[in-house]
């Protein structure tokens, strides 16, 4: 199983004005791998960008990185 984690991580860290503040979490679900992203509540718009073209694009690349070994992975953005 490839790393999601760090991929995700990698891209969220260089878009946000917080980078210490992201954290990214996955769990094995029956679904395949689901990838959370928290980040500082003034990054949330820069993540999702405009009409949600940048988190679109980061679901992209995690599926295109598991399209490989065969596996699903989903990604959100952790709102608190």
């Excluded at 991929?7 to 260089?14: G, N, P, T």
């Excluded at 395949?32 to 500082?40: E, F, H, L, P």
């Excluded at 009409?51 to 608190?80: F, H, M, Y």
Aim: charged fraction near 30%; charge should be negative; hydrophobic fraction near 45%.
């Amino acid at each position: 199983m490839a790393n999601y984690n760090e991929l995700v991580e990698f891209v969220a860290k260089h878009l946000v004005t917080q980078p210490d503040v992201v954290s990214v979490e996955s769990s094995d679900g029956e679904n395949g791998i689901k990838i959370m992203i928290r980040v500082a509540h003034e990054d949330v718009g820069r993540i999702i960008g405009k009409r949600g073209a940048t988190i679109n694009a980061i679901r992209l690349l995690a599926k295109a990185a598991a399209v490989k070994a065969g596996e699903r992975v989903d990604v959100d953005i952790v709102e608190e």
